[in-house]
């Protein structure tokens, strides 16, 4: 599933191949579950042209010079292309031949005014394409927390933002109203990298366990977005390596133990020996 540094690279690939482009032909797939709004709607962006592509979260959407904005989530796997530009690419997905076009489970696609050609694809249809007048006001964007790569807030607001929640912290890292783009393998990164189980209740962590979170999370995102997302120049000494292995004996860089456990609803690998229970955790039980 993609998340922030993934979308971060999508939203990179269209600002330099469509800022400032004219878009002069829209296709639009028959695809009601992705397609949010009607094709007519879509088509009627013909004409226009694309300012920016920003990016909050996980959510994507471009500027237009007039008009509507086309709003884009990527779900679980969708994915943006350019023809002849590589295009995101999943842990366990196979690679799309960027000379393919348009991609295989396209679901809109532009072409500009300069021949370059877009297309948003979704293989699996948990992706979503909208338009809006408001984005900011927009349901999806209302309740959204911080994101780490634009806004991350001072570690004293930080703070008092978790003494607020109750819930397991990697419930709480997932939870989009606190910090907008993270998802399963960034806060299991994170929490790894500081040393902090994922099971902890947030509002009962130590000082020194919420200064580590925030290191953590704000170094995790800046570099992997550093690497455009690209697994195989993440450092050889994170988690993320070695966390895919789930029902089979799976140790990290340094040889020591991986497990899985259920929290916030999401399969967590932790690594038992660096990231023990916090003592006020067992206290509360």
Same mark, same amino acid.
């Given at each position: 599933?993609?998340?922030?540094?993934?979308?971060?690279?999508?939203?990179?690939? #269209?600002?330099?191949?469509?800022? &400032?482009?004219?878009?002069?032909?829209? *296709?639009?797939?028959?695809?009601?579950?992705?397609?949010?709004?009607?094709?007519? %709607?879509?088509?009627? +962006?013909?004409?226009?042209?694309? *300012?920016?592509?920003?990016?909050?979260?996980?959510? +994507?959407?471009?500027?237009?010079? *007039?008009?509507? $904005?086309?709003?884009?989530?990527?779900?679980? @796997?969708?994915?943006?292309?350019?023809?002849?530009?590589? $295009?995101?690419?999943?842990?366990?997905?196979?690679?799309?031949?960027?000379?393919?076009?348009?991609?295989?489970?396209? &679901?809109?696609?532009?072409?500009?005014?300069?021949?370059?050609?877009? /297309?948003?694809?979704?293989?699996?249809?948990?992706?979503?394409?909208?338009?809006?007048?408001?984005?900011?006001?927009?349901?999806?964007?209302?309740?959204?927390?911080?994101?780490?790569?634009?806004?991350?807030?001072?570690?004293?607001?930080?703070?008092?933002?978790?003494?607020?929640?109750?819930?397991?912290?990697?419930?709480?890292?997932?939870?989009?109203?606190?910090? /907008?783009?993270?998802?399963?393998?960034?806060?299991?990164?994170?929490?790894?990298?500081?040393?902090?189980?994922?099971?902890?209740?947030?509002?009962?962590?130590?000082?020194?366990? #919420?200064?580590?979170?925030?290191? @953590?999370?704000?170094?995790?995102? &800046? *570099?992997?977005?550093?690497?455009?997302?690209?697994?195989?120049?993440?450092?050889?000494?994170?988690?993320?390596?070695? %966390?895919?292995?789930?029902? @089979?004996?799976?140790?990290?860089?340094?040889?020591?133990?991986?497990?899985?456990? =259920?929290?916030?609803?999401? =399969?967590? /690998?932790?690594?038992?020996?660096?990231? %023990?229970?916090?003592?006020?955790? &067992?206290?509360?039980?």
């Amino acid at each position: 599933m993609p998340e922030l540094p993934e979308v971060e690279f999508s939203r990179r690939l #269209v600002q330099k191949s469509l800022a &400032k482009k004219r878009i002069s032909a829209v *296709k639009v797939a028959n695809d009601k579950i992705v397609c949010q709004v009607p094709a007519g %709607r879509l088509k009627a +962006l013909k004409g226009r042209t694309v *300012k920016q592509c920003r990016r909050w979260g996980k959510q +994507l959407w471009f500027e237009m010079d *007039k008009g509507p $904005s086309p709003m884009f989530h990527l779900g679980m @796997t969708g994915s943006f292309h350019v023809k002849g530009r590589n $295009s995101l690419k999943y842990v366990r997905l196979k690679e799309d031949d960027p000379k393919t076009w348009p991609p295989k489970f396209w &679901k809109v696609e532009f072409q500009m005014s300069d021949g370059t050609c877009f /297309a948003m694809s979704d293989p699996r249809r948990f992706g979503r394409i909208g338009l809006s007048t408001s984005v900011w006001e927009e349901p999806c964007m209302a309740k959204m927390g911080f994101d780490p790569l634009l806004q991350m807030p001072r570690v004293e607001d930080f703070a008092r933002q978790l003494a607020r929640r109750s819930g397991d912290i990697k419930a709480v890292l997932l939870d989009q109203s606190f910090a /907008a783009g993270v998802g399963n393998w960034v806060a299991d990164e994170v929490l790894y990298q500081a040393a902090v189980h994922p099971q902890d209740v947030a509002k009962n962590l130590s000082p020194n366990a #919420v200064k580590a979170l925030h290191r @953590t999370l704000r170094q995790v995102v &800046k *570099k992997a977005c550093q690497v455009n997302a690209d697994a195989k120049k993440f450092p050889r000494t994170w988690l993320f390596h070695y %966390r895919w292995g789930k029902g @089979t004996k799976s140790t990290d860089g340094k040889g020591r133990e991986i497990r899985f456990l =259920t929290s916030g609803g999401r =399969t967590s /690998a932790y690594v038992p020996s660096v990231q %023990r229970p916090s003592k006020r955790r &067992k206290a509360a039980k």
